[in-house]
């Protein structure tokens, strides 16, 4: 696709339930990353995949985050027992080496998947 | 842990005025850094980069300035226009890696 395309574009979940955000990257992007941003904070990075291998989960909260991006292009960031701090927006990004700018590292971010834990 | 945080939280400027947003980093390892812009609503695009051996780029009606001795980054904008207000983020690739840190971000609001 022309770009980073996540859903749901918005979720309200129970405190306990299971979630799970979907990222299309744009195609042929090798590397594919989650972030997380509070209301009125930047983003902080969850994870790091390059194809189909998680080369960095650092950024993973609790054991309750997991992702994952089994063919190496479509990734699924998932939430069990969701709680009210889990509340934010989680974006997803993706970047080619031949990207836009002088360097590899210019991530293309989609619009987020905003969560609401009640 | 290291951070790149941002001096003015909002920043209000008169439509065609020139804007500057700043930056410092506290992490002198870092090597490239980055400035987006996220819109409401939106995802952080991206604006400018630059890498450590430069002080200066320019793109169209920006520019990013690089002071590696007080570790402080700044994002100027020419002849600022409405369609420029949003927030706006620095980041910077600790180490090289494929990892960006991001400020907390300055609100820039034009004035018509």
């Known amino acids: 696709g022309a770009g980073v395309s996540q859903s749901p574009r918005y979720k309200v979940a129970k405190r306990g339930q299971d979630v799970a955000l979907r990222c299309d990257p744009i195609s042929g992007h090798v590397s594919l990353f989650w972030y997380q941003q509070a209301l009125g904070q930047g983003p902080e990075f969850l994870t790091y995949?390059?194809?189909?291998?998680?080369?960095?989960k650092s950024g993973l909260p609790s054991d309750r985050f997991f992702a994952e991006r089994p063919e190496g292009s479509v990734s699924t960031l998932k939430i069990q027992r969701t709680q009210q701090e889990d509340s934010a927006v989680y974006l997803c990004?993706?970047?080619?080496?031949?990207?836009?700018?002088?360097?590899?590292?210019?991530?293309?971010f989609g619009a987020g998947s905003r969560l609401t834990v009640l | 842990g290291e951070s790149v945080g941002l001096h003015l939280p909002t920043l209000s400027v008169q439509e065609g005025d020139n804007s500057i947003i700043n930056c410092a980093y506290s992490n002198s390892a870092s090597d490239y850094f980055i400035w987006y812009k996220q819109e409401s609503g939106k995802g952080p695009q991206f604006i400018i980069d630059?890498?450590?051996?430069?002080d200066k780029r320019q793109g169209q009606r920006v520019t990013v300035l690089l002071n590696k001795t007080v570790k402080h980054l700044s994002l100027q904008i020419a002849a600022t226009q409405p369609g420029d207000s949003a927030v706006y983020f620095c980041?910077?690739?600790?180490?090289?890696?494929?990892?960006?840190?991001f400020g907390a971000g300055t609100i820039l609001r034009v004035k018509s």
């Open positions: 630059i890498r450590s051996n430069m």
């Open positions: 990004a993706s970047s080619s080496p031949l990207g836009q700018g002088s360097g590899a590292n210019v991530l293309t």
């Open positions: 980041a910077e690739t600790p180490g090289g890696g494929n990892k960006l840190v």
């Open positions: 995949f390059q194809n189909e291998a998680q080369l960095d």
